[in-house]
């Protein structure tokens, strides 16, 4: 399957609050092509709204590592902590 279109329809699947459908898609994605960290940050978010707090940590960090310059990783690793420590 096309990557990016994997990626979109998981996306949506987030955005409609249909976590678990986004959870499925976006892992599949990630097994196939691990190296895409916009992915590891939708499922860290995905995780974070299933409560799988330390699932979600372990996701955002490797979103971290796989794009260490941008800030959007850090900030969704920084968002799932703080969720994490309110649980």
Known sequence: Q???AQFNV???YRLLGRVVEAEAVL???IKHDPKIA???ISLA???ADLER???AVD???RAVLLSPTSPVPHFCLG???QRYGDS
């Open 45 to 47: 978010d995905v995780l």
């Open 79 to 81: 968002t799932v902590l």
């Open 2 to 4: 096309n990557p990016v």
């Open 10 to 12: 998981g996306e949506t």
């Open 53 to 55: 707090y330390s699932e």
């Open 59 to 61: 996701i955002a960090r």
């Open 27 to 29: 892992s599949q994605l």
């Open 38 to 40: 916009e992915a590891h």
